[in-house]
């Protein structure tokens, strides 16, 4: 079982709030990545990191931000929550030099925003 | 642009069967090619990685073949199991660091009795 924990599961807002997705991981994994998949659709990258201060973002322009201040943390912002960001977050980590070049993922953060 | 096709449409197979499920891509000289297994609601689960390199990798019931040449991976379940039902995720790895996978949408196994 991979250590990488979100939070919340679920969450149902209104527009307009600002939220922030939690996602920690206990293997001290450098790499840390933020994917949005919609349903029966593909993942896509929005935002990942190497380490400490360090953040860049994904393929998939996103209007969320996120912070990487301890290497086990990597939240993820959104600063006015809309109907359009309604999907499912799913944060991911790595070693950096993997054999397998492996992603763990966390069991995902589903948003709705009415 | 870069294009990863995994078959929509679900593939439904019988217990005992071999379930093959194909994942071709175009635009895409991927150093690395890994398979995940997702579950509905959760995130996906590695299975096997295969490099440019190799043509085959095997994991217990679990095959992948990659044919660079074709642009095709192929990814063989033997002696499937209801167990083994869910989606199966190609993703594509360029750089070989897995920094920036790009993934298939994905093809949906159902295993019956």
């Known amino acids: 079982e991979a250590d990488i924990y979100q939070t919340p599961r679920y969450l149902v807002i209104g527009t307009g709030k600002k939220i922030t997705l939690e996602c920690s991981q206990t293997?001290?994994?450098?790499?840390m990545y933020w994917y949005q998949q919609d349903p029966g659709m593909e993942l896509h990258l929005i935002h990942y990191?190497?380490?400490?201060?360090?953040?860049e973002k994904g393929d998939l322009s996103s209007e969320s931000t996120v912070s990487r201040i301890r290497t086990e943390h990597f939240p993820l912002t959104l600063e006015s929550a809309r109907p359009s960001h309604t999907s499912q977050y799913l944060c991911?980590?790595?070693?950096?030099?993997?054999?397998?070049?492996?992603?763990?993922f966390g069991e995902g953060s589903r948003l709705t925003v009415l | 642009s870069q294009k990863i096709e995994q078959n929509s449409e679900a593939l439904n197979i019988q217990e005992g069967k071999t379930a093959t499920l194909t994942c071709n891509y175009t635009?895409?000289?991927?150093?690395?090619l890994q398979w995940y297994r997702q579950d509905p609601g959760r995130g996906p689960v590695f299975l096997l990685l295969?490099?440019?390199?190799?043509k085959e990798k095997r994991k217990e019931r679990l095959k992948v073949t990659f044919d660079t040449t074709l642009k095709q991976s192929l990814f063989h379940i033997t002696a499937s199991q209801p167990a083994d039902s869910a989606t199966y995720l190609c993703a594509l790895d360029p750089t070989g660091t897995a920094s920036k996978l790009t993934f298939g949408t994905g093809t949906r196994l159902q295993v019956t009795l």
């Open positions: 635009n895409y000289s991927p150093a690395y």
């Open positions: 293997m001290g994994h450098d790499k």
């Open positions: 991911a980590s790595s070693f950096p030099q993997s054999i397998t070049g492996e992603l763990f």
């Open positions: 295969i490099r440019e390199n190799e």
């Open positions: 990191s190497y380490g400490v201060n360090s953040t």
